[in-house]
């Protein structure tokens, strides 16, 4: 079983960026990032696929984050800028073989790194 961590969560002011690193314990094809803030149901942000680079965003997130992947390392990142206090959540890395690029049927899941995005 594939295993994910992710790490680089912190407390930020509005407008600040961050970056988020998903390390993973072997290849898997599509990797993505989803967020749960306090209350609400996880959402997915963003997708790739490791070969090719290919990305998928949600509407809320286009143009401020980036997400994009370090092949050797079998690593992800999630670039967040101009946050938002909206942007506020438990962010998790997640992976899949099967599929296609979207934000749907992830089976592998990381622990989670909080962001908090202050006014």
């Known amino acids: 079983q594939v295993q994910l961590v992710e790490s680089g969560g912190a407390s930020v002011q509005s407008g600040e960026s961050l970056r988020l690193s998903c390390a993973a314990s072997?290849?898997?094809?599509?990797m993505a990032w989803f967020r749960q803030a306090p209350g609400k149901e996880r959402k997915g942000v963003a997708a790739?696929?490791?070969?090719?680079?290919?990305?998928y965003y949600v509407d809320s997130v286009r143009g401020r984050f980036t997400i994009s992947r370090d092949n050797a390392s079998n690593k992800i990142f999630l670039q967040m800028n101009s946050l938002k206090p909206e942007d506020t959540a438990m962010y998790y890395c997640a992976a899949k073989d099967a599929g296609s690029l979207n934000l749907e049927g992830y089976n592998i899941w990381g622990q989670g790194t909080q962001v908090t995005v202050s006014s």
């Open positions: 790739i696929r490791i070969d090719g680079g290919f990305q």
């Open positions: 072997a290849y898997t094809k599509y």
